[in-house]
């Protein structure tokens, strides 16, 4: 029922930046806990950042005050903004949506993926 599409992945060089999007559709977009989570083929998935239905957010300490987690209501549509980017950033990056999320960066609370889109960081 719900769907949800990233864009905005790509290859940048480490200190650039770049800004993922994750448009959703199906569901009640609004009461919805929105997270981005990040894959590295081997590694266990990663939280990265949430931003709950009442605006409140919440940021991996590797990823904190870099990255920016936010949300445009009217347009259905999650954003994921990276700067100062580094190495270690390089994965595919999802978005994730919950009706019900405790934990906000456990993967198994969520309820719907996106497909990902890729990050790539070369120094």
């Known amino acids: 029922q719900v769907q949800l599409v990233e864009s905005g992945g790509g290859a940048v060089q480490v200190g650039g930046s770049l800004r993922l999007s994750c448009a959703t559709s199906g569901g009640t977009y609004r009461r919805y806990s929105l997270g981005w989570f990040r894959q590295v083929p081997g590694r266990e998935r990663e939280g990265v950042a949430n931003?709950?239905?009442?605006?409140?957010?919440t940021y991996a300490s590797s990823v904190k005050g870099r990255f920016t987690i936010s949300k445009d209501n009217a347009k259905n549509t999650l954003f994921l903004q990276m700067n100062s980017l580094k190495p270690e950033d390089t994965a595919m990056y999802f978005c994730a949506a919950g009706r019900y999320v405790a934990d906000k960066l456990r993967d198994t609370e969520y309820d719907y993926w996106g497909q990902g889109t890729q990050v790539t960081v070369s120094s």
């Open positions: 931003i709950d239905s009442d605006g409140s957010t």
